[in-house]
């Protein structure tokens, strides 16, 4: 499992066994005030061996390489503009999808390019999932879309 924590002292991603034994942290942050980050959405990319969230405070997509485990964080190109107060993530495919304060985008998951706003007019959306049409929503079959 990973997770994300908003500490006052020392933002983090971390990851542990399902029975919360192997604790590690991924990712530190800046414990400066002034640079406080914010991770959230975090969404597992296994094909690249990639693990990406948003940054709420610093409004930024990120990424750290799984495979490196160095924790090092790399930021996507992808506008500000699309990026205000953005909290959650996921990812299918090729293509990452977050929301904002009242919208929904996508993305390219490797370069950040081919930025799409793909709904709008939302309160505060707080996250975003995609499904495969294979795998369906759970709880729902076929037959109800």
Request: hydrophobic residues 30%; without cysteine; positive net charge.
């Amino acid at each position: 499992m990973y997770w994300s924590s908003w500490s006052n002292t020392q933002p983090t991603i971390e990851r542990a066994s399902m029975d919360g034994s192997m604790r590690k942290t991924l990712v530190q942050f800046s414990s400066a005030w002034w640079q406080s980050s914010k991770p959230n959405g975090l969404a597992l990319d296994p094909e690249n061996r990639r693990l990406y969230w948003v940054d709420t405070s610093n409004s930024v997509i990120q990424y750290t390489d799984l495979q490196q485990g160095n924790g090092a964080k790399v930021t996507l190109s992808v506008g500000s503009a699309y990026l205000f107060q953005p909290y959650g993530l996921t990812l299918k495919e090729n293509t990452l999808y977050w929301s904002t304060f009242g919208s929904v985008y996508s993305a390219d998951k490797m370069t950040g390019s081919n930025v799409k706003r793909l709904a709008g007019s939302f309160s505060r959306p707080r996250d975003v999932h995609v499904y495969h049409n294979y795998t369906g929503i759970p709880g729902m079959s076929i037959d109800q879309f």
